[in-house]
């Protein structure tokens, strides 16, 4: 069975680092793109990015590059969104989902809440 | 980049009823669109991909169409379970944006 397992919510203060992962189980990690998505609360879905953990190819949507860092760690099928510094509007869900052959969205992560608030 | 518009924003209908929502993309993307379902407090569902093709296990009256820049997915017969925002997503090429959504509920 497909599975992505993201870590838990996080409460931060603005100006701190975080970083959240995404567990993946039940297929070959490394033959398929790991994609990221925010939703802020009340709003819809926005891409930030992907990430192929077979080599780490990258691919950033403009409105998030520079602003996050995706990447993985294919020894233990795990994806990775960090943050070098946190800004109260960071405060969101963020999925992790599988990108089937052609680009879509197949099997996504529960969601991580991340909180920040001084 | 490619801009992704819906509509309506929002929908309400009679259980029953035949509910059609429009996808446009700013550019042509082919056939790599996508639609997804996210109930009310959960996460996103894959409903149909390749613009027309039923995700596995997603039930029947939900149905895909279109090419290049126009798109459809339609509910032949709305039921109550089918509450939810309604999402497009191109992905010929990132960024992958999705759509801003449309949300259905019943009359």
């Known amino acids: 069975e497909v599975q992505l397992v993201q870590s838990g919510a996080e409460v931060k203060k603005p100006g701190e680092s975080l970083k959240i992962s995404c567990k993946g189980s039940?297929?070959?990690?490394?033959?398929?793109?790991i994609g990221w998505v925010r939703q802020m609360p009340g709003k819809g879905l926005e891409w930030m990015g992907i990430?192929?953990?077979?080599?780490?190819?990258?691919r950033y949507s403009p409105s998030f590059q520079g602003q996050v860092t995706i990447s993985a760690d294919k020894s233990i099928s795990t994806a990775y969104l960090q943050w070098s510094s946190l800004k109260a509007s960071d405060t969101a869900m963020y999925y992790c989902?599988?990108?089937?052959?052609?680009?879509?969205?197949?099997?996504w992560g529960q969601g991580t809440l991340v909180t920040v608030s001084s | 980049d490619i801009q992704m518009t819906q509509s309506p924003s929002s929908l309400s209908a009679s259980v029953g009823d035949r509910v059609t929502i429009t996808c446009r993309a700013s550019?042509?993307?082919?056939?790599?669109l996508a639609w997804y379902q996210q109930k009310p407090g959960k996460v996103p569902k894959l409903l149909i991909y390749?613009?027309?093709t039923l995700q596995s296990g997603v039930p029947s009256r939900f149905s895909g169409s279109g090419s290049g820049t126009d798109f459809t997915l339609t509910i032949s017969s709305l039921q109550p379970e089918d509450v939810a925002t309604y999402y497009c997503?191109?992905?010929?090429?990132?960024?992958?944006?999705f759509g801003p959504g449309t949300k259905v509920d019943i009359k």
């Open positions: 989902a599988r990108l089937e052959y052609g680009g879509s969205c197949d099997y």
């Open positions: 039940g297929y070959s990690f490394t033959s398929y793109w």
């Open positions: 990430i192929y953990p077979g080599d780490s190819d990258t």
């Open positions: 550019q042509g993307i082919s056939n790599y």
């Open positions: 390749a613009a027309s």
């Open positions: 997503q191109k992905y010929n090429s990132a960024p992958f944006t």
